[in-house]
Nanobody, 119 residues
């Protein structure tokens, strides 16, 4: 069973910044990304990066504020979140899968880390 290990998250005020990280040491994937889920809402793809080449994909709601990156030597991805808004409050999940743009293609998950944005 491949495990994705997440770290980061926490509390921040509106306009602040947080960073998340995720490692997948056991194997390689075509793409890795971050999903988020707020209470009562569906889990949605926030940002993703292709392992080979580094092509990235962002949800419209986070474009220009979030930056996803990867470190192939550490088999890790990172999510830098700037100018955070109240609506960014959610549980963030690291995920890995076989296609960059298809949320349904992500089949390996981390345990989730909470991000709380306060006013």
């Amino acid at each position: 069973q491949v495990s994705l290990v997440e770290s980061g998250g926490g509390w921040v005020q509106v306009g602040g910044s947080l960073s998340l990280s995720c490692t997948a040491p056991e194997r390689d994937f075509y793409a890795m990304g971050w999903f988020r889920q707020a209470p009562g809402s569906a889990r949605t793809l926030v940002a993703a990066v292709a392992w080979s080449g580094g092509l990235t994909h962002y949800a419209d709601s986070v474009k220009g504020r979030f930056t996803i990156s990867r470190d192939t030597s550490k088999k890790a991805i990172y999510l830098r979140m700037d100018n955070l808004k109240l609506e960014d409050t959610a549980t963030y999940y690291c995920a890995a899968g076989d296609r960059l743009y298809d949320p349904g293609a992500y089949d390996t998950w981390g345990q989730g880390t909470q991000v709380n944005v306060s006013s």
